[in-house]
Nanobody, 130 residues
Framework: QVHLVESGGGSVQAGGSLRLSCEAS????????MGWFRQAPGKEREGVAS????????LYADSVKGRFTLSLDSAKATLYLQINSLKSEDTAMYYC???????????????????????WGQGTQVTVSS
């Protein structure tokens, strides 16, 4: 069982930045993928960024490339999502997710949702005003 706790959401103006955090406990095993999904009202959940916890490989959705950046503090088992140049369409609830028995080659399936991650955080709201 992996417990994920997100933080860092908030209300910002378009063009601003936010950094979301996701702390995992207990410490993830060597074959874990983690990532961020988002869901806006009336829309389907969308995978935006994912990482192989051990190898550090990353995969981003095309819609966020160049604006979203993942980083990992392995010592703290904390995943960060830096979001720059925020747009109104980034408004959504952002969820951290994790899947065991997963490696870099599984990131496309993880990000698409096909892998259906086993563990989810409670979500953190990002609201962007224009």
């Amino acid at each position: 069982q992996v417990h994920l706790v997100e933080s860092g959401g908030g209300s910002v103006q378009a063009g601003g930045s936010l950094r979301l955090s996701c702390e995992a406990s207990p410490y993830p095993n060597r074959r874990t993928c983690m990532g961020w999904f988002r869901q806006a009202p009336g829309k389907e959940r969308e995978g935006v960024a994912s990482i192989d916890f051990t190898g550090g490989g990353t995969l981003y959705a095309d819609s966020v490339k160049g604006r979203f950046t993942l980083s990992l503090d392995s010592a703290k088992a904390t995943l960060y999502l830096q979001i720059n140049s925020l747009k109104s369409e980034d408004t959504a609830m952002y969820y951290c997710a994790a899947e065991n028995i997963c490696s870099e080659r599984d990131l496309p399936s993880f990000l698409s949702g096909a892998l259906n991650p086993d563990y989810w955080g409670q979500g953190t709201q990002v609201t962007v005003s224009s």
